[in-house]
């Protein structure tokens, strides 16, 4: 380069002038434990802002005392040690969000988990947001159907509900929601799964559904598995609530599933004992109920200010020994608007979906129920109860009256026309018509496998019907005594093709 050219370009960065400076505070680690950091010399450092370990590992700021900051870290602290450098970052924790996440599996973070390259948003929230109040609402006026019988007819739900999913370990909780979210295939409703504290294997078995099931491109999955870090565990809802916040805020419904919150409530107890937070009730500390809350109150049907969509949420929750009254199981049933309760005692009669109607409730969703279906389920949860209260007596070898003798057959009817297969979603006309054969009496005295013949066949002909089931329900009336006598007709006459003998 000519000297002249060289001595005009010095001349000019000369000219120019200074930079600002640029202010950076450092910290450094003085305590690093199992998921959690202790840094000193960040006093400026505000809560929930994340700070840069470096390597790629953030940090939450989740605790603030004289001279000390308790971090949560959000991975493996590998080569951080004490003594390393902590940088502030001035932001707070944000995940990617829009329509580009739809099909992809990701982490509590946004990050990738699926071998599909990057997601391609440039969209950004805080997984943190303020729930919207009372005048941005609107009442929850619509179905959402789940596609099982013992849920859509007795324990409705609605857009924009909270309804809890409650029960011992292994009584199908999952199976439940997965099968609400098959049921979507077809429907304009978005679907968020978020797998908290989950096994790997157990995850995978989700995802294999959902893509089977054809619902894999409207549905975003966000995984933070028990092998990970436990501030991913606790972030991880939030994350996934902010997800579908900004779908809902385009107008759509979306419906989203925390599976579970029992392993959330553990993690977030497990972050504050090691930061020495005082425990409480079940050593949990004393603000879990407002952790949950301010996560499910995001959820609701939303006012035509704020979009106008929906989010239903369905929150999972296990339960030990049938206790409902432990402090997880109180809190969430407080802030939900209802829960469907899965009996080990049902699961061990074969009976799925197992939900125990005489504990199971919808405080909203029979407002958006089809009239239809509202008159059977009044009907149904009758029969059951009383069903359910003579078995019992039944069980000391009682002689039985005739009477009692027709109501333990009729109840076992109902009860057996209740079973469902999972990963079969059904629709609300064919729930109706085999709920009302059901009631009518049409499967007294079939055992098992013949019920399910019998249900199966009103199924078809339901399917090759004219529509008039299809139409009632649409209608928004309440079904009127030809009707019932019309399905009950059908259905007599389906059964008794595929069954052999006439039915009584």
């Known amino acids: 380069?000519?000297?002249?050219?060289?001595?005009?370009?010095?001349?000019?960065?000369?000219?120019?002038?200074?930079?600002?400076?640029?202010?950076?505070?450092?910290?450094?680690?003085?305590?690093?434990?199992?998921?959690?950091?202790?840094?000193?010399?960040?006093?400026?450092?505000?809560?929930?802002?994340?700070?840069?370990?470096?390597?790629?590992?953030?940090?939450?700021?989740?605790?603030?005392?004289?001279?000390?900051?308790?971090?949560?870290?959000?991975?493996p602290s590998g080569p951080v040690v004490p003594g390393s450098d902590v940088r502030r970052t001035g932001r707070v924790v944000s995940v990617p969000v829009g329509d580009a996440l739809l099909g992809r599996v990701v982490d509590a973070l946004g990050r990738p988990r699926d071998g599909r390259g990057p997601v391609g948003s440039d969209r950004q929230r805080p997984i943190e947001a303020e729930a919207p109040g009372i005048l941005d609402r609107a009442p929850v006026a619509r179905p959402l159907a789940t596609g099982l019988k013992a849920i859509d007819a007795a324990v409705p739900v609605g857009m924009g509900q909270r309804e809890l999913i409650v029960g011992d370990r292994?009584?199908?909780?999952?199976?439940?929601?997965?099968?609400?979210?098959?049921?979507?295939?077809?429907?304009?409703?978005?679907?968020?799964?978020?797998?908290?504290?989950?096994?790997?294997?157990?995850?995978?078995?989700?995802?294999?559904?959902?893509?089977?099931?054809?619902?894999?491109?409207?549905?975003?999955?966000?995984?933070?598995?028990?092998?990970?870090?436990p501030g991913l565990s606790w972030i991880a809802p939030y994350a996934a609530m902010t997800m579908a916040e900004a779908l809902a805020a385009t107008g759509r419904d979306i419906l989203i599933v925390f599976d579970d919150l029992t392993h959330h409530a553990h993690s977030y107890r497990e972050l504050s004992l090691l930061l020495r937070r005082p425990?409480?009730?079940?050593?949990?500390?004393?603000?879990?109920?407002?952790?949950?809350?301010?996560?499910?109150?995001?959820?609701?049907?939303?006012?035509?200010?704020?979009?106008?969509?929906?989010?239903?949420?369905?929150?999972?929750?296990?339960?030990?020994?049938?206790?409902?009254?432990?402090?997880?199981?109180?809190?969430?049933?407080?802030?939900?608007?209802?829960?469907?309760?899965?009996?080990?005692?049902?699961?061990?009669?074969?009976?799925?979906?197992?939900?125990?109607?005489?504990?199971?409730?919808?405080?909203?969703?029979?407002?958006?129920?089809?009239?239809?279906?509202?008159?059977?389920?009044?009907?149904?949860?009758?029969?059951?109860?009383?069903?359910?209260?003579?078995?019992?007596?039944?069980?000391?070898?009682?002689?039985?009256?005739?009477?009692?003798?027709?109501?333990?057959?009729r109840g076992a009817a109902v009860r057996g026309a209740l079973r469902q297969p999972e990963r079969d979603p059904m629709p609300a006309d064919e729930q109706l018509a085999i709920l009302v054969a059901a009631m009518a009496g049409l499967f007294d005295n079939f055992d098992e496998a013949k019920t399910a013949a019998a249900a199966t066949a009103i199924r078809?002909?339901?399917?090759?019907?004219?529509?008039?089931?299809?139409?009632?329900?649409?209608?928004g009336r309440s079904m009127t005594p030809e009707d019932r006598a019309q399905i009950i007709e059908l259905a007599r006459a389906a059964i008794e093709e595929s069954v052999d003998g006439p039915v009584a």
């Not at 400076?21 to 690093?32: D, T, W």
């Not at 098959?182 to 078995?205: P, S």
């Not at 929906?310 to 802030?335: C, D, F, G, K, R």
């Open 1 to 75: 380069m000519p000297r002249d050219t060289t001595d005009a370009l010095l001349q000019v960065l000369l000219d120019a002038p200074a930079p600002e400076p640029k202010l950076q505070e450092i910290g450094r680690v003085s305590e690093i434990g199992d998921g959690i950091a202790i840094v000193i010399g960040l006093a400026r450092a505000l809560v929930d802002e994340l700070l840069d370990f470096g390597g790629g590992l953030m940090g939450i700021v989740f605790d603030q005392e004289p001279n000390r900051l308790g971090v949560v870290l959000l991975g």
């Open 279 to 409: 425990p409480g009730r079940e050593a949990f500390p004393g603000d879990i109920f407002y952790v949950h809350a301010r996560l499910l109150e995001r959820a609701g049907q939303f006012g035509a200010r704020i979009g106008g969509g929906s989010i239903t949420a369905l929150p999972v929750i296990e339960t030990q020994a049938e206790n409902l009254s432990a402090y997880i199981p109180t809190n969430l049933i407080s802030i939900t608007d209802g829960q469907i309760y899965l009996s080990p005692r049902l699961v061990r009669r074969n009976q799925f979906p197992a939900v125990d109607l005489g504990v199971s409730v919808s405080r909203v969703g029979g407002k958006a129920q089809a009239p239809a279906l509202r008159d059977v389920a009044g009907n149904l949860r009758v029969t059951l109860s009383q069903f359910e209260e003579l078995e019992e007596f039944a069980r000391f070898g009682t002689r039985l009256d005739d009477k009692t003798q027709q109501t333990l057959s």
């Open 170 to 229: 292994q009584t199908g909780k999952t199976s439940i929601a997965v099968d609400a979210i098959l049921n979507q295939r077809g429907t304009v409703v978005l679907c968020v799964y978020c797998a908290i504290g989950q096994r790997g294997d157990a995850v995978a078995k989700v995802i294999g559904a959902i893509r089977k099931g054809g619902v894999m491109d409207n549905t975003i999955i966000v995984s933070a598995g028990d092998e990970e870090a």
């Open 460 to 475: 078809r002909a339901i399917r090759h019907a004219n529509g008039e089931t299809q139409e009632l329900l649409g209608s």
